[in-house]
Structures are given as structure tokens and as C-alpha cells.
């Protein structure tokens, strides 16, 4: 199979991030993501503005070990729970997986198209195509379950109402939901500069310098932990994995909020 994916923008950066996730399991080994390797064996796409990427390389290879971690101790302390992974792209993580009943993959219409030509998904795996922003609420079959949320990669580009609408709408629809959001830095939004994203025509737009303030801008959310990628990323790396170097050299730009 030889895909191509007609994207632009931010839905076009979840090639960039695939790319990224499947060059370092086939190279140092910090992640092991083998559905990204397959997902970029079937796409016709140029890849070398990623394969060059060092700065955001890094940065997507933080958060997955940041994240997995993070999800898989939620999934063990809560059997059953319901994940919803919003902006999801060509995200893996579903397939890394374990204890979740059921796990809402949602994007723009546009990226589910190609996510579903490429990862054709049913059972306790389905795909929701809309804005998160919109009123996604019809689409979860279960509402009492524990619950999830992911916000992987989004925020910074946003704007703060956009962010804001997207917690109402997770307020809504769950009665009690945890939520993983990557948050970058204003400053980092600024004058950071990924070629590979800016190859796309995507760009930050917004930041928060951290969970706090963050939560001052979220009624009814509260932030109970935050992780530095930087910190956090080298230190399951040099504990479980080689290749640590890669924080060294090219730190990652954001943390992970819980809340």
C-alpha cells in the first residue's frame, strides 16, 4: 500500500510526528512504536524536513515516554476508564495500550479521513471526525466510566478561548474526567522555530508558563501535577532505555499537565 496524505497546516504535523516516532524505534530504541514504523512505510510523503528535525524529534520523543507512563499508570488504577485522544492524528498509543473499555480517537475530518485509510478501527478502538471544539458529547457511548482525556501536541496552536472551549466541552460530557494537556512556555511560542512544522505552514500560536495559570483559566479544573518533558523524558530514558543524549542536545520545549 502507498498512501498519500494531501494535508496542510496542523493536520499535516502528524506526519511529522509519526516520522519522528517511527525513525527513533528503528534507530536508538527510546520509544518501541512499531505501528508508526508500518504507518510510514505506507505513506508517499516527503519525510525530509522531519528527517532533519532534531528540535522536534526530540520534543515528540519526550512526550510519547512522558505520556505513556502517564497513561499506562491511569489505565492500572483505573480498570475499565474510557480514554478520549483528542487530536489524535496518526497517534499510536491506543495500540500500546491496556485497561481501557473503549478509546475515541478524535481529529478534524480531514485527518480521520486519512487516519482511517491507514488505520481502519472498530470494537473498543473508534474514530470521531470533529473539531474538538465542537460538541463531541453523542459520540461517547460511556458516560459513568472513569474517564480520560489526552490533549497531545494541540494547545500551542490555539488560542486561549479555543482551549478554553474544548475543557467545556469535556466538563459536559463527563461528570469527572482527568485530562493530560501538553502545554508550551509563551516565550517558547515565540521564538521557537521547528523546520518541519514551519515547512507545513503550521504555527504557535499560544502558551501558558504553567499549571496554575493554566487552571486560572479553566472554571471547575484543577491542576494536580505537572511533568517537564526535559526532566521527566531523561529520566525514564536513562532508567528504561539508551539514547538520554537526545534531551541533552535538543531539550524539549513543553510539559504535561494533569488536572
Known amino acids: 500500500m502507498n498512501e498519500t496524505a494531501n494535508l496542510s497546516g496542523v493536520p499535516e504535523t502528524m506526519l511529522q510526528t509519526v516520522y519522528a516516532r517511527a525513525k527513533e524505534t528503528r534507530t536508538r530504541g527510546a520509544i518501541h512504536d512499531d505501528k508508526a514504523v508500518e504507518l510510514v512505510e505506507k505513506l508517499h510523503y516527503d519525510f525530509s524536513l522531519a528527517d532533519k528535525d532534531a528540535a522536534m524529534s526530540s520534543g515528540v520523543i519526550a512526550r510519547t515516554i ?21 487530536a489524535c492524528g496518526l497517534d499510536t498509543r491506543c495500540y500500546r495500550m491496556q485497561g481501557y473499555t473503549h478509546w475515541y480517537n478524535l481529529d478534524l475530518p480531514e485527518t480521520i479521513n486519512v487516519r482511517a485509510r491507514l488505520l481502519p ?67 517558547v511560542v515565540k521564538h521557537m522555530k521547528e523546520k518541519s512544522i514551519e515547512g507545513s505552514h503550521a504555527k504557535f500560536t499560544w502558551g501558558v508558563r504553567g499549571g496554575a495559570e493554566l487552571q ?25 532505555r ?18
Open 216 to 240: 486560572a483559566l479553566l472554571p471547575g479544573f484543577t491542576c494536580t501535577g505537572e511533568h517537564c518533558l526535559t526532566g521527566a523524558g531523561r529520566g525514564i530514558v536513562h532508567r528504561c
Open 66 to 86: 512522558v505520556l505513556d507512563h502517564l497513561v499506562q499508570d491511569y489505565l492500572a488504577a483505573h480498570s475499565g476508564a474510557v480514554v478520549v485522544n483528542i
Open 242 to 259: 539508551p539514547g538520554a543524549g537526545i534531551f541533552d542536545r535538543h531539550p524539549p520545549a513543553g510539559r504535561t499537565c494533569v488536572f
Open 121 to 187: 478501527e472498530s470494537g473498543a478502538i473508534s474514530q470521531i471526525a470533529q473539531s474538538a471544539m465542537e460538541d463531541w458529547r453523542g459520540e461517547i457511548a460511556e458516560k459513568n466510566a472513569p474517564a480520560l482525556v489526552i490533549m497531545e501536541g494541540l494547545t500551542m496552536y490555539l488560542t486561549q478561548t479555543d482551549v478554553q472551549q474544548i475543557f467545556a466541552v469535556i466538563a459536559k460530557c463527563f461528570g469527572k474526567a482527568t485530562v493530560f494537556v501538553e502545554i508550551m512556555n509563551p516565550s
